[in-house]
Structures are given as structure tokens and as C-alpha cells.
């Protein structure tokens, strides 16, 4: 009961959707019609861009809304979500986790140290960015970025 | 003599030249004489059997045959439905047998005593008098031993099996063999028209049908005196598991019904409790045992146990509805018992020919040593999954008919039954439910882990399809299934003549295409299920086909989280799936784990081996049987003590028993 | 014709039956929600994706979803949700529907076994054990179900509960239905049971079992679970509130109405059911035979109740 009351109370915290130009989807994502199911793969970050998927999929900013839903496996998924600079242990496996995703699939390269390996640049046991491994489709500046940035980006894909 | 008794002496008289030329032909042309001679004689008794279904009787009387009391035979429907399924398990087992005979099992013995254990299962039910009935129950005996110890030279275990069996089944028969003879006693005669015919004390009927009960049940694998059955039945070639496992039985089955049902017209409310509650215990603890083992072919055997304990369920609640005045269900009752006998004699004689084909390809029955047998035994892996779809007791498969049969007569005994029934009933229809249940788990367990998947052993990856006669015996079987499976309606008419010699009155189950019961308003139509099934999957088929529109397959690795390429060591095992059942059924199976923890010699703290055994040991065999050896071991060396080979000594005992007769004498006189 | 309808119905509505309870699980959490039709676009887009044969699976791994939808659609014709006149009515009761769900989850479990991973046996192996255990309360409930009208035929149980409306809160069929709403759960993998919605594979029953699956088989096994959630919710309404469904040969109109009955009960359960998901936690997979326990001895007790309080 008390749990009860505490959802009466509480309400709705998700914020309300910000605005959006209607038609800036993603070319390659424009099959997906509304519908990204995304696998998440760490391949050597520090954990912050992690903190920020979870609270973009959190109720304050509940990208489900927009369509985005995390998976447990690759092969139901349609994008994959970058963190962290490619590090030589990951670097085997996230080629086969892109290989495991079904056609059509979209690599997401999150933050900073995914698009330019950030501050492990050059560290003995990096591999490179993401798209050194994999083609990357989409870009998400920021160390971390925020989840505004984020949701947008996703929102691009899903077009919704 | 008529065309039942022409068919029936034929297939005997084969049966006598096939082991002759077991015995006495050479080794080449040893196996196809025998074996077609076998399956010939198989054919010929179940041509025998269903022309007796159709209502042709067959009675001889042979007195020189066998010093006394002579040979007395009698073929009616009933005899005749447990005759045609010998026969067909016989054709199917034998045109097997030929194939698989070639490695090792082609010995003289071997191959004379199968076909004289086929006779004597042919002459079991054919029997109309005690002793005859006696003499051939004994053959029979003798001659399953025989085969069970075929290959002892090879495996240590088969032994242990044999005297198992050998002990059991003698146990048996003496219960058979007191309870007949104290029939027979009581009556006045021993042919069965006599014993029919007799009037006995309520106390004499009781004794009777208690000592035959325990003996036909320790033939048909019911708890408490199953042990031998998953011991001889693995160990046995596998052809000679599938008669003993799908034929033989079922004469523990006919047994009961002769006795029980007929010669003493049925009987008061306890008697049928106890085959009940036998049959409940026997379906429950079978089959969680069956789910629990990753022995392919002791599984088979623990399911035999299981069906078996079902037909006892569904013969119990015959003879209950009886008691109680109702003979609509009691027909139903037996009717479905006696098409789960047939249905079980299909899927378990296929399941077992399978099983003989992975070990003969692969060298081991170990399931967790499987797997991957889909692509390099196609065929075998098709019957395998046919015969497990009918054994698991779901739609389209045959034991899901005789089921539904079995659960409609129990679940609408309510109403007349009284409180004993209203207690009784959904307890067993709980039971048959949960054996169901474990059922399905068990065999998804032997079909997805020993023939899907990757393989787990070195074997089974070198496994090759088996040669044409076995997959003939197989796809014989698989026909006979799916026969049973869609039109059960054809057989269910011929079914209740042998019902009604047990249980006079009209059929139970009518209709062409659908089940119809008497006096009861549920229906279904195994076919129209089959063929509404294969109309969705086809729709969903095109359905998908017509909206897909990337059509081609990739061929991919599989998701191995991204990491190292997957051993079969991480794949589950036989024994990792039916783990979480062990551990919900913990109470009743009471496994056994040890851990043997080697630390490296300069600190107790750093491992250096760990050794993890688990096991689950029978535990009525523990419980009941272990007490019992360790008394007669006991005895048996004190009764060394006094044989110490001394002649004084044994002098000694001549006097004393001299002296003591003498003084008996002298007081009693 | 009312069959048909039925067919139509769950194929169409069940997965905005999914989208909604998913809705209003997010409503109760504060969340906004992705619409009731995102099941739909989710569906839509993986029937265009490409199939996926992982290395070293058959054809059983590709028949399972085939037979899974195949069993759910069959089902669906004959259990009466809109109408009590099926003209499968005579070719399957309610033992055969609850087989042929059962035959729907082995196919599934044999497609994950086949795969040969260490998630696909895992799923399979627990989708079986709950199964097995799961088994006596349903056909104890039939049992209990059927006394009353001594036939287990769908359409005959149904309309003796039309005719007779205060049979339904009788102490036997109270019981009954919480022992078949706990099948229920169980059988359509939801919380406390299975949760339908975990990304952590050791908690996982039924999703642990399409983990290999892709694209349009992917679609199938999501669409046939979608199915048989409404199919059993639509069930277990007909049996215990069956109020507004078409009996005898209804027109079309009158098929039409108890179609949009059926959608509002079937939409208020559901939505009762999510609702409750929220409240709840996942038990322990051990815990679980303890749960079925409990609903056998509903069961046990409705049987009992129907002999000697009738």
C-alpha cells in the first residue's frame, strides 16, 4: 500500500519530450520504422558514458518513449552502442559482436574516448577508436555526454 | 482347426526353425535365417492376434504334450490383443536385429533363444490352464535371461544384471506360482474355464489375487520390485530391451486382467486400491527417476516403469468402477489402459531400437557423451524424435490419446464415486498430470541433449548412420505410431472385444473420426488436431515468407558473448538439465554428492585438485532391498560355520537329527 | 465464422495487448512509455531483418518458432473467446488446448537445445521444469472446471457458466481460477514467475531460450508469446466471467459486440496483471515449485470443494 501511495504521489517524472524537426532520421535507420533495439558494448570505458545510459533509460528521460529498448543479446539487436576506446581485449570481440547483429545494423560510437580513444589516446593497451574497428554510423560527442545528447541521438534513429 | 489357430501354430512352428537354424546354421547365413524367421513368426502371431480381436476364438487341448495335466490353449480377444503386440514388436525387433547382430551378437545361443523367447511370449497369453500358463511364464523367463547375459563377456555390469533379473522374476514367479496353484486348489481344476467356474471364500479370492498381483507386477516394473527392470533392461542388446521393454511387461499387465478381472470376476474396493496406488507410486517415481538419469537406454527403462504404473492406474480404476456398480467407466477405464498398452509397445520399442543404434554408432549410452547426432544420423534422429514426441504424451503423438482417455474415465468417476473416490481420483489424475509434466522434460532431455546440439564426446562425433535393416525395424515402429497416433479410432473398436472379455458390455469409445465416449460428452479428434496444426505452421510459413524480405540465411557464429570460440564442455549436459528437478524432488531422490579437495603439498589453503561426484541411487532399492541382502549375507555366513567340511561334525548332526525325529515321534505319537 | 474472428482478433490484438500492459507498467513507474502499438513497429521491423542460421543449428532450430506460432493460432480457434460455437469445439478440449501449449514450449526448448549454447540449455532446462510443475494444477483445474458439467469440451463448459452465473463465485470455481491465474503467470513467463523485460541472462527462462533466434524467427517467437498471453487471458475470462460472449449461432453483430467484450476484459486483466507486476518482485527460480505448490493445492482443494460442497 504504501508503495501505492508513493506512485500517487510521485506522479510522472519522466520530462516532457523536447522539440524535434520532423524527418532528420539516420538514412540507413530509416528501416527500422520507430523500433532500435540496442546492444551495449564496453570495450574499455571508465564507466561514465555507462552512468549516462542508465539514467537515458531511466524514467527522467525514458528513451523507451522514442521507440530505444536494450537487449541482451546482439542478434535481436539493430544498433550497437559503443563506450570506451576500443582496448586490445575487446578489440576480437566487438568485431564479432557486430558480426552477430542481423542486416540492417547501425554502430553507435558513445562519447569521447569511442570516436577518438579521448584520453587513453595512445595508451600501450588501446587498440584505437571505434570506427578503426567497425563502420561507425553515429557519433555522440561529450565526456560523458549528456543524456539530452543522447536522446537525441537516439531519437534519430527511431525518428520518433 | 480354424484360421487363428492355423496362424498361431505356424508362428510357433517358425519360431521352433528359426532356433534350429540359430543353432545349427553357419554364421553367415545364421543371421538373416533367424532373423527373418523371427519377424515372420512375429507377423504371422499378430495376423493371429487381430483376426482373435475380430472375433474368431481358438481353443486346443493337447494331452500328451505335457505329462499330467497336458497342454491347454485358448486364444480370445484379449489373449489376442496382447498377441498382436507381441508380434509386431517381435517384426519390428527382429528385422532390427538382423542388422544389429552383426558386432558381436551374432552366437549361437543368442540367436536360438530370441526366437524362443518370442514363442514363449506368444504362448503366454495363449495359455488356458495353470500349468501351461506356468510353463510358459517360466520359458519365458529362462529364455529373457538368457538374452540379458548375451554380453557379459563385455561389459562386467550385464551380470550384475542377469542375477538381478534372474533373482526377481524367480521371486515373481513364485508369487504367480503359490496363487495359482492355491487357485486351482480351491477350484477343483486348473484349466481356466474351471477356475471361471469356482466358487471360493472371500478370504481365498484375496490371497489369490494379492500373490498373483505382486507377481505380475514385479514382470511389469511396478515400485517396489521395478529394481531389476533398469538394470536388465539397458544391459540387454538392444533389440532384446525393446521385447522385454515393449512386449514382455505388458504380460504383468495381461496377468492382472486374466486373473483379476476375469477368472475371478473382479473383486471388492481394496484390491484395486492397491493396483492403483501401485501404479501412482510406480508412475511418479519412475519418471522423476527417468528425468534424473543420462543413461539413454536406463532412462527408456525407467519410462517403462512409468507407463506401466499408468496402465496399472487405469486397470485399478477399472476394477474400482466396477465395484462400485459402474460399468460405463470401468469399460472406459480398461480401454484406455489397454490402448496405453499398445501405444507404449509402439513408441518404447522404437525408442529402444534407436537407442541401440547411437550406442552401436557411438559406444556409449552416456548422454552427457552425446549430442550432434542430427547430422551424422539423419534418419535415426527423425524415429528418435517421433517416438519421443509419442512417449512425451503431447499431440499429435499416440500415448496423448490413451491419456486423455484415461484422465477422461478418472475425472468423471466423481459424481458416483463416493468420498473413497472423491479422495482418490484427483489425487491420481494429479499424478498422471505430474508424470506427464516430467514426461515432456525427460524426453526433450534425451532428444535435444543426446541428439541436438554439438557433440559432447569424441564418440559421438565419429557416430555414422545405421545399416538399412535397422532403420527399417525403426521406420516399422515410427508407422505403427503414428498409425496409433491419428487413427486410434480404427483400432478402439477391435480394442473394447478385448475389453468385454474382461468387462462384459458395449464399447466405450465410438466415432470414425473423433473420440466419442459413452456417457460422456467430451470429445476430440487426434487427426483433425494433426491436421489443424499442419495447416497453422504451413500459414505461419507462408506468412512469413510473404512479408520477410531478406530471404537468405547468413550463416553465423554462434553468440558466444564476443569471446573465445564455444568447447563442448560449456554446452549443458544431461545431467546440468535435469539439475534444478533434482534439486525440486530433492526429498524424494535424496542425491548423493561427494567433494574431494586435493591441497598442493606446501599449503593446505592453495587446491590443487577438486573431484566432484554426484550421484542419485535408487532409494527404494536402498531402503528395502540393501537391509534385506545384508540379512541373508548375514545368514549365509553363519550357515558357513556350520558346513566347516568335518566329517565328524556333519556324523553329529545325522545323530541329533536322528535322535530328535525319534523323540518327536515318541511324544506325538 | 466466430473462429475466424477469434483468429483475427488475437493475431492482431495481441501484441497491442502487450504494448499496453508495458504502457501501463510504465505509467505506474513515473515512465512515459513507447505507445501501445510499439510492439507492432517492433514486430514490423524484424520481419525485415535478415535471418540468421548460427553455426551447427538444423532444422529443428528453424521449425521451433513455426510450430510455437502454429500451436498458439490453433489454439485460438478453438478456445471460445468470442463465440462458444467453435467448429473445433469437437476436435479439441480443453486437455488438448493445454497440450498443445505444451507442445508450443517443447518445440522452443528444443530450438534453444539445438543451438548448443550454455544460456540456450539453461533456458530450456527451467522452461521444462516449470512446465512439468505446472502441469498438475492446470488439469486439476479442468477437473475441478469440468464436474459441474461433466464434459472438459470448451464451448459446453462455457455456456452451462453463461447460463448458470452464480456458479461462477461457488467456492470450487473461486478456487479454480486463482489456481489457473497462477498457471497463467507461469505459462506466459511473468513476473514473480520469469521476467519478460530482464537484459540479465541468469535470471531469464523464456528469453534465455530465444537468445540465438533473429530477424523473422525472432518475430514469430515474439508474436506467439503475445498470442498465448491473450489466448490464456482470454481463457481464463471465458471460463470464470464469460458475460457478453455470443452463444448458439450469433449473427454478426452479435459476434461483433462480444468481440469488443472480450477486448475489454481481456485489456482490464491485463492491465490488473501489469498493475501487479510492479508491485512484485521476480522469486528465485527455487522458489517458484513453492508458488505452483500453492496454486496445486488450490486446484486440489476446487476439486474437493466441487464434490462436497455441491
Given amino acids: 500500500m504504501s508503495l501505492w501511495q508513493k506512485i500517487r504521489k510521485t506522479g510522472r517524472v519522466a520530462e516532457p519530450a523536447p522539440e524535434r524537426a520532423p524527418g532528420n532520421v539516420l538514412p540507413a535507420a530509416a528501416e527500422l520504422g520507430g523500433s532500435v533495439q540496442l546492444r551495449h558494448v564496453d570495450a574499455g570505458s571508465c564507466n561514465g558514458c555507462e552512468v549516462e545510459i542508465a539514467s537515458v533509460f531511466g524514467p527522467v528521460y525514458d528513451a523507451e518513449r522514442y521507440g530505444a529498448r536494450l537487449v541482451a543479446s546482439p542478434r535481436h539487436a539493430d544498433a550497437l552502442v559503443v563506450t570506451g576506446p576500443v582496448t586490445r581485449n575487446m578489440e576480437m570481440a566487438l568485431r564479432r559482436t557486430y558480426e552477430a547483429v542481423p542486416e540492417p545494423r547501425l554502430v553507435i560510437a558513445l562519447g569521447d574516448c569511442a570516436r577518438n580513444c579521448g584520453a587513453f589516446a595512445g595508451a600501450y593497451g588501446v587498440t584505437g577508436p571505434v570506427s578503426d574497428v567497425v563502420p561507425v554510423d553515429a557519433e555522440i560527442p561529450g565526456c560523458p555526454p549528456r543524456p539530452e545528447a543522447i536522446v537525441a541521438a537516439l531519437r534519430e534513429l527511431t525518428g520518433r | 482347426m480354424n484360421l487363428v489357430g492355423t496362424l498361431f501354430c505356424t508362428a510357433l512352428a517358425i519360431c521352433a526353425l528359426s532356433a534350429l537354424a540359430g543353432l545349427a546354421t553357419p554364421t553367415r547365413l545364421r543371421l538373416p535365417l533367424a532373423g527373418l524367421g523371427t519377424a515372420g513368426a512375429g507377423a504371422l502371431g499378430t495376423a493371429a492376434g487381430l483376426a482373435a480381436l475380430l472375433g474368431e476364438s481358438w481353443s486346443a487341448w493337447l494331452p500328451e504334450l505335457l505329462p499330467l495335466a497336458g497342454v491347454r490353449l485358448a486364444i480370445d480377444p484379449l489373449a489376442g490383443l496382447f498377441l498382436a503386440v507381441t508380434g509386431v514388436v517381435a517384426l519390428c525387433a527382429a528385422i532390427y536385429g538382423i542388422g544389429y547382430s552383426r558386432d558381436g551378437l551374432d552366437g549361437r545361443v543368442v540367436q536360438a533363444a530370441a526366437p524362443l523367447f518370442v514363442a514363449a511370449m506368444l504362448l503366454v497369453p495363449a495359455a488356458a490352464s495353470v500349468s501351461t500358463f506356468l510353463v510358459a511364464w517360466e520359458l519365458m523367463a529362462i529364455t529373457s535371461l538368457l538374452l540379458v547375459v548375451a554380453d557379459h563377456r563385455h561389459r562386467s555390469a550385464v551380470g550384475e544384471a542377469g542375477l538381478w533379473y534372474g533373482v526377481m522374476t524367480h521371486l515373481g514367479f513364485v508369487a504367480i506360482l503359490a496363487g495359482l496353484l492355491a487357485f486351482a486348489a480351491g477350484a477343483g481344476g486348473e484349466s481356466f474355464d474351471q477356475l471361471r467356474q469356482a466358487e471360493l471364500s472371500p478370504a481365498l479370492r484375496g490371497t489369490v489375487f494379492l500373490a498373483t498381483v505382486v507377481g505380475f507386477a514385479s514382470k511389469a516394473g511396478i515400485v517396489p520390485l521395478h529394481v531389476w527392470l533398469p538394470r536388465a533392461h539397458p544391459e540387454a542388446p538392444s533389440q532384446i530391451s525393446a521385447l522385454m521393454s515393449a512386449a514382455m511387461v505388458n504380460m504383468g499387465v495381461y496377468g492382472i486382467v486374466r486373473v483379476g478381472l476375469d477368472l475371478l470376476h473382479g473383486g471388492p474396493v481394496w484390491w484395486w486400491m492397491v493396483v492403483l496406488i501401485a501404479g501412482a507410486i510406480s508412475a511418479l517415481y519412475g519418471i522423476l527417476q527417468a528425468a534424473v538419469s543420462a543413461d539413454l537406454k536406463r532412462l527408456l527403462g525407467h519410462s517403462t516403469t512409468e507407463n506401466m504404473g499408468l496402465v496399472l492406474i487405469g486397470v485399478g480404476a477399472a476394477g474400482l468402477f466396477a465395484a462400485w456398480g459402474n460399468a460405463v467407466l470401468a469399460a472406459l477405464a480398461l480401454t484406455a489402459a489397454l490402448l496405453h498398452v499398445v501405444n507404449h509397445a509402439g513408441f518404447k520399442t522404437l525408442l529402444f531400437l534407436a537407442a541401440g543404434s547411437v550406442q552401436r554408432a557411438t559406444g556409449t549410452r552416456d548422454l552427457d557423451q552425446l549430442g550432434g547426432l542430427r547430422t551424422r544420423m539423419p534418419y535415426t534422429t527423425g524415429l528418435f524424435a517421433v517416438g519421443a514426441l509419442c512417449a512425451s504424451a503431447l499431440p499429435p503423438g499416440n500415448a496423448f490419446v490413451s491419456e486423455w482417455l484415461l484422465l477422461q474415465s478418472l475425472i468423471h468417476a466423481l459424481p458416483t464415486s463416493g468420498v473413497v473416490g472423491a479422495v482418490t481420483m484427483p489425487l491420481a489424475v494429479g499424478v498422471i498430470a505430474l508424470s506427464a509434466g516430467l514426461a515432456v522434460a525427460t524426453f526433450v532431455k534425451a532428444f535435444g541433449i543426446g541428439f541436438l546440439a554439438k557433440p559432447r564426446g569424441p564418440e559421438a562425433a565419429r557416430a555414422a548412420e545405421s545399416p538399412p535393416a535397422m532403420l527399417g525395424g525403426m521406420a516399422l515402429a515410427a508407422c505403427c505410431c503414428l498409425v496409433l497416433a491419428l487413427a486410434p479410432t480404427a483400432i478402439l473398436p477391435v480394442l473394447s472385444h478385448a475389453v468385454a472379455v474382461a468387462l462384459p458390455g458395449p464399447g466405450a469409445v465410438t466415432g470414425e473420426v473423433s473420440l466419442h465416449l459413452a456417457g460422456i460428452s467430451s470429445v476430440i479428434s487426434p487427426l483433425l488436431i494433426a491436421v489443424a496444426l499442419g495447416v497453422a505452421v504451413a500459414g505461419t510459413l507462408a506468412l512469413t515468407r510473404v512479408v520477410a524480405t531478406r530471404r537468405v540465411r547468413r550463416a553465423a557464429r554462434l553468440w558466444d558473448c564476443g569471446g573465445g570460440p564455444m568447447s563442448a564442455r560449456m554446452e549443458y549436459t544431461a545431467t546440468s538439465f535435469a539439475e534444478p528437478l533434482q534439486r525440486v524432488f530433492d526429498n524424494v531422490l535424496a542425491p548423493e554428492s561427494d567433494v574431494d579437495v586435493t591441497p598442493v603439498k606446501e599449503s593446505a589453503y592453495l587446491v590443487e585438485s577438486v573431484r566432484f561426484r554426484a550421484k542419485v541411487p535408487d532409494r527404494i532399492e536402498r531402503r528395502l532391498y540393501e537391509p534385506v541382502l545384508s540379512v541373508l549375507t548375514f545368514v549365509g555366513r553363519g550357515a558357513r560355520h556350520l558346513a566347516t567340511g568335518s566329517v565328524h561334525r556333519y556324523l553329529a548332526y545325522g545323530f541329533w537329527a536322528l535322535t530328535g525325529a525319534l523323540i518327536m515321534l515318541a511324544v506325538f505319537q | ?310
Fill in chain 3, 1 to 310: 465464422m466466430g473462429a475466424v474472428l477469434q483468429v483475427v482478433l488475437v493475431a492482431v490484438g495481441s501484441p497491442l495487448l502487450v504494448g499496453m500492459m508495458r504502457q501501463v507498467r510504465a505509467r505506474l513507474e513515473g515512465r512515459a512509455g513507447a505507445g501501445i502499438g510499439q510492439p507492432w513497429r517492433d514486430l514490423r521491423k524484424l520481419v525485415r531483418k535478415e535471418p540468421i542460421a548460427p553455426d551447427g543449428t538444423g532444422w529443428v532450430f528453424r521449425a521451433a518458432p513455426l510450430l510455437l506460432a502454429g500451436t498458439v493460432l490453433v489454439v485460438a480457434a478453438v478456445v471460445p473467446l468470442v463465440s462458444t460455437t467453435s467448429p473445433l469445439d469437437e476436435v479439441a478440449d480443453l486437455f488438448a488446448v493445454v497440450a498443445l501449449l505444451a507442445l508450443g514450449s517443447v518445440a522452443l526448448a528444443l530450438g534453444a537445445l539445438d543451438t548448443s549454447t550454455a544460456f540456450g540449455g539453461m533456458g530450456a532446462s527451467r522452461e521444462m521444469i516449470v512446465l512439468a510443475l505446472v502441469e498438475p494444477t492446470i488439469l486439476l483445474s479442468v477437473f475441478a472446471l469440468s464436474v459441474r458439467v461433466g464434459t472438459t469440451n470448451l464451448g459446453t463448459i462455457v455456456t452451462s457458466a453463461v447460463a448458470d452465473p452464480l456458479a461462477v463465485i461457488s467456492p470450487a470455481s473461486l478456487l479454480a481460477a486463482a489456481a489457473l491465474a497462477i498457471v497463467t503467470i507461469a505459462e506466459t513467463g511473468r513476473i514473480p514467475v520469469d521476467n519478460p523485460s530482464t537484459h540479465l541472462e541468469l535470471t531469464m527462462i523464456h528469453e534465455a531460450m530465444v537468445l540465438e533466434y533473429a530477424g523473422p524467427d525472432l518475430a514469430l517467437i515474439e508474436w506467439a508469446s503475445a498470442m498465448r498471453l491473450s489466448v490464456l487471458l482470454g481463457l481464463l475470462t471465458s471460463l470464470f466471467a464469460p458475460w457478453g460472449i455470443a452463444t448458439g449461432n450469433a449473427g454478426l453483430l452479435a459476434l461483433l459486440l462480444a468481440a469488443v467484450v472480450v477486448i475489454a476484459k481481456v485489456a482490464l486483466l491485463g492491465a490488473l496483471l501489469a498493475a501487479g507486476e510492479v508491485f512484485m518482485a521476480k522469486l528465485r527460480l527455487f522458489r517458484i515449485p513453492e508458488l505452483l505448490a500453492g496454486s496445486f493445492l488450490m486446484a486440489l482443494l476446487a476439486v474437493a470443494a466441487s464434490f462436497f460442497l455441491a
